[in-house]
């Protein structure tokens, strides 16, 4: 099936004024095989370490019932029961919330104790009625079970009890920010940045509640998980030129039939598109830099780049982060790669023989390689879906 | 009078044997010949590729057409100033 839809998950988290380590745990997991997404948010009692030990213990537990698909009261028992107890207070306490998320478009939302999940949809906030049950050995935690069939642009936030309590005791907010607070908040964003990103989402409600707060000190850890449901982000990366010159206008054709957003690394693959198509290329300089090549602008093409160099920046960076200004080929290549979900690569397998000199000061890789370099890396790290053909 | 026109190739190896250096020419030309000139970067011009040397012989620049091998800063200023003079 193709039209089923990407999961975009983000979180952030901020601890409790004074401690080191959080006390909520947030865990996420894409199974590709069974094309399901589960996020996980737990609290544990009390904050620092402690509360750490159990909400992961809750957190890493959960994942691998719910992976199972175990049946939930008997897990939640098990998870109940496997707790250590606190000294202090004499109970075993962490709370969760679990969204376990199929690409094809349905998801379940389990809660036991969190404030409840934020579902928006059309710019609103929907109240979903879930179904209560426990198990009689832990009759006073009953757990919330929800069922959502998801559509493009729909959004799931689970946010921990920090948030909601954010800023409680002071005179703006003696009871706290509260859920609604929380959920006029994301909205106002949303209708800010109707396309923006969960990272970028959730570290905005985290720093939000963080304002209300007294001296911005956190009275309690508070953590923020964002699911975006959307249909995927396409990008064509096209890289070399292909091996056979009779491919060429095939090789071009590609720009213009693709639905979605093409980047193009390399000047004599940028030259072969330009003559194809008859587009015309302009050098931009604004880009300049002492060590990447400018990139250009072509009509209909998002980024035209110089190839090996901007590849292996752009590798370097995908790898250690940005360190260059925003106007950089490299780092606008950077930055429509992550701001993608599916990349299709489409690699020209001709070498440049003058690249081979053994004269040229810098190392310059083979395209091939390159490529598979950062294309397992935005697999593996970024969770990116990415397909690779040689022409 | 017509301004010199300087093609300076950026293709990768261009590049990497120095033509950003040349670059430099756009943002800090020097004085006497500053208003006399006008740069036009290029994706890989193919000299490279296209030629019988044995080694690479960039970075290659054209000034008003004539190409100009290994070139740098030097040789493309010094280019201008004898075209400057041929035209006086």
């Not at chain 1, 609290?43 to 213990?57: C, Y």
């Amino acid at each position: 099936m193709n039209n089923s839809l990407f999961i975009d998950v983000g979180s952030y988290q901020k601890q409790k004024n004074g401690e080191d380590c959080y006390g909520d745990t947030i865990y996420s997991k894409k199974i590709p095989e069974e094309r399901r997404v589960i996020s996980i948010l737990s609290d544990g009692l009390g904050s620092g370490v402690k509360a750490n030990i159990l909400s992961s213990m809750t957190t890493r537990m959960a994942m691998k019932f719910m992976e199972d698909n175990a049946d939930l009261l008997r897990s939640s028992e098990i998870m109940m029961d496997a707790l250590p107890i606190c000294q202090t207070r004499k109970i075993s306490y962490a709370t969760f919330s679990i969204v376990d998320s199929e690409l094809e478009g349905k998801t379940r939302i389990f809660e036991m104790d969190n404030p409840h999940f934020i579902f928006i949809r059309n710019n609103k906030s929907l109240s979903i009625k879930g179904r209560k049950f426990s198990s009689p050995k832990w009759k006073e935690r009953a757990i919330n079970a929800s069922q959502i069939m998801t559509q493009p642009e729909d959004r799931i936030i689970l946010i921990s009890d920090g948030v909601t309590q954010a800023g409680i005791g002071n005179q703006k907010y003696p009871l706290g920010w509260g859920r609604q607070g929380c959920i006029d908040y994301i909205l106002k964003e949303i209708q800010k940045d109707p396309r923006i990103s969960s990272q970028t989402l959730a570290q905005k409600i985290v720093e939000e509640a963080l304002n209300k707060e007294i001296g911005k000190k956190a009275g309690d850890d508070i953590s923020c998980i964002c699911i975006y449901f959307r249909i995927p982000r396409k990008l064509l990366v096209l890289t070399g030129p292909p091996f056979d010159e009779d491919k060429d206008h095939e090789f071009a054709e590609l720009v213009s039939d693709y639905d979605g957003k093409v980047a193009i690394c390399g000047g004599t693959t940028a030259n072969i598109v330009e003559r194809e198509l008859c587009l015309k290329c302009q050098i931009d300089k604004t880009s300049f830099d002492t060590q990447i090549p400018m990139s250009s602008i072509m009509e209909g093409v998002d980024l035209v780049t110089e190839g090996i160099l901007t590849l292996t920046d752009a590798y370097r960076m995908l790898k250690e982060g940005i360190d260059r200004k925003s106007n950089v080929a490299s780092v606008r290549l950077v930055n429509l790669l992550l701001s993608s979900d599916k990349i299709d690569f489409v690699v020209g397998t001709k070498i440049n023989i003058a690249h081979q000199d053994p004269n040229l000061p810098m190392e310059l890789e083979i395209r091939r390689n390159i490529v598979k370099k950062i294309f397992r890396l935005l697999q593996s790290r970024y969770l990116k879906e990415i397909s690779v053909r040689y022409l | 009078m017509e301004k010199i026109k300087i093609k300076i190739c950026c293709g990768t190896s261009c590049f990497v044997m120095g033509s950003a250096q040349i670059q430099v020419l756009e943002f800090a030309p020097p004085a006497d010949i500053a208003d006399k000139i006008e740069i036009e970067e290029s994706r890989c011009m193919n000299y490279c590729k296209n030629t019988t040397a044995k080694y690479n012989r960039g970075p290659f620049v054209l000034v008003n057409g004539e190409l100009i091998e290994e070139a740098n800063f030097e040789k493309v200023v010094n280019k201008v100033r004898e075209i400057l003079n041929q035209e006086k």
